[in-house]
């Protein structure tokens, strides 16, 4: 029916249009350069070629993810961090403070009680880049700074419903075959270190209290007896119970003054958010919260009375047979954190109500 000839020839035709269209397109590519600049992607579509020679099929899939950079714009309190993620077993991110690598960043860690008048970035934010709020203090000790809901894309906190959250510690489940944990030998009964003292913080009323009814050993800059670090531990684990007081009251505030005592195998005596916020971060049988006394005498007669029962005392450690508790590493487990988040999280956030949430 068809006929073959004809066919030919209209395909020879087609043919020879393909030809002169295509030289037409390969010239006009040639000379032609665009002069839409795109936003650079390059950031994102970089890909590693150190590991090529030796990829295997997953590391062919880790490859394709591109690096993540996150620039710590100032180190925190001053105190230069450990810029590596490895511990954590975080992969394929950079962490640097090199402010000339701020146009490749993708996210920018700045340290709330570091910021001066003038000390942010001032170049123009690159459209995928991220600016972290980073504050491990509480709102009573963070200055309010001006346009800082304008600022700031995530949060990094303490705070369980910050961004990043990141608390002072956590529990963790033991490793099987780890020693069972001992309670270390005991030569005091309560104890507290302290260097900031006002008056009017509920924690000096508190001690106030509670000292007319038992016996606390007390050290710090507020009684002029400075502690180092290694004679804090040495103090903390020979007591059987430990003030952890907190400087102020908020959500979440549960600082290493819970959590360094819970390591060395002392008994935490809690005053900060009420029992219950605790018990969001730590076992319920793990600490002694001053409000589930009535009185501070009350409390006083409970410990004397734990004092004098080790069974009893012994329950406060039951949790060890389950957990252990790791400290964050300050700024670093932030950074990392940071990291892990941006290469999840890479839609457009803002954090436009930062005054409200934190000191509302
Ligand atoms: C690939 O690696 C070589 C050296 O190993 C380097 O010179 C080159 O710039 C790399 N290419 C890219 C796209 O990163
Ligand atoms: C490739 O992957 C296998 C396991 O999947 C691993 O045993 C091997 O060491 C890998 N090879 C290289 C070169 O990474
Ligand atoms: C940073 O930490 C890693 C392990 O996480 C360690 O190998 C390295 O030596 C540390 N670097 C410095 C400069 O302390
Ligand atoms: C405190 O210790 C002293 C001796 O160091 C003792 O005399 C006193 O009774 C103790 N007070 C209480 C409330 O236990
Ligand atoms: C970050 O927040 C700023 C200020 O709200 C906003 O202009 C910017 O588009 C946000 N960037 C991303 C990547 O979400």
């Known amino acids: 029916m068809s006929c073959p000839c004809s ?7 087609v043919a020879l249009r393909c030809v002169v269209v295509s030289c037409f397109a390969g010239f006009f590519f040639m000379y032609y350069k665009p002069d839409i600049s795109f936003p650079s992607f ?7 070629n150190r590991s090529k020679q030796h990829a295997n099929a997953t590391d062919v899939q880790e490859d394709a993810e ?8 100032m180190w925190p309190f001053g105190f230069k961090l450990n810029l590596s993620c490895d511990t954590y077993n975080v992969k394929r991110c950079v962490l640097t403070a090199d402010k000339s690598l701020y146009d490749k960043a993708h996210g920018v860690l700045i340290h709330h009680r570091d910021i001066r008048g003038d000390n942010l970035p001032k170049d123009p934010r690159p459209w995928f880049q991220k600016w972290v ?71 000096v009323q508190f001690y106030n209290e509670l000292k007319k009814h038992v016996n606390i050993s007390v050290y710090g800059k507020a009684f002029e007896q400075p502690t ?4 804090y531990d040495r103090i903390v684990s020979g007591c059987k119970f430990y003030l952890s007081l907190e400087n102020s009251v908020h959500q979440d505030y549960i600082s290493d003054k819970l959590y360094r005592p819970m390591i060395l195998g002392t008994v ?93």
């Open 228 to 231: 180092s670090e290694e004679e």
């Open 42 to 48: 390059d950031v994102y579509m970089k890909r590693d």
């Open 133 to 203: 709020w980073f504050n491990m203090e509480s709102p009573s000790n963070s200055h309010d700074i001006p346009h800082i809901d304008e600022l700031f894309n995530l949060t990094c906190n303490y705070r369980l419903d910050s961004n990043i959250p990141v608390p002072y510690g956590h529990l963790e489940p033991r490793a099987s075959g780890e020693e069972t944990f001992q309670v270390p030998p005991k030569d005091k009964l309560v104890c507290w270190i302290v260097s900031n003292w006002h008056v009017q913080f509920r924690r």
């Open 268 to 360: 935490p005596i809690t005053l900060g958010p009420p029992r219950q916020n605790y018990e969001d971060h730590v076992p319920a049988d793990s600490f002694i919260h001053v409000e589930d006394f009535r009185t501070a005498k009350h409390l006083a007669e409970r410990l004397l009375d734990l004092d004098r029962d080790d069974d009893e005392y012994m329950r406060y450690f039951d949790w060890r047979k389950r957990f252990d508790v790791t400290r964050a590493d300050f700024g670093r487990t932030h950074a990392c954190r940071t990291c892990t988040y941006l290469q999840r999280n890479r839609g457009y956030q803002a954090c436009r109500n930062l005054k409200e949430w934190f000191w509302g």
């Open 7 to 13: 066919q030919t020839t209209l395909l020879r035709r």
């Open 66 to 73: 591109p690096e993540t950079v996150v620039l710590i714009w």
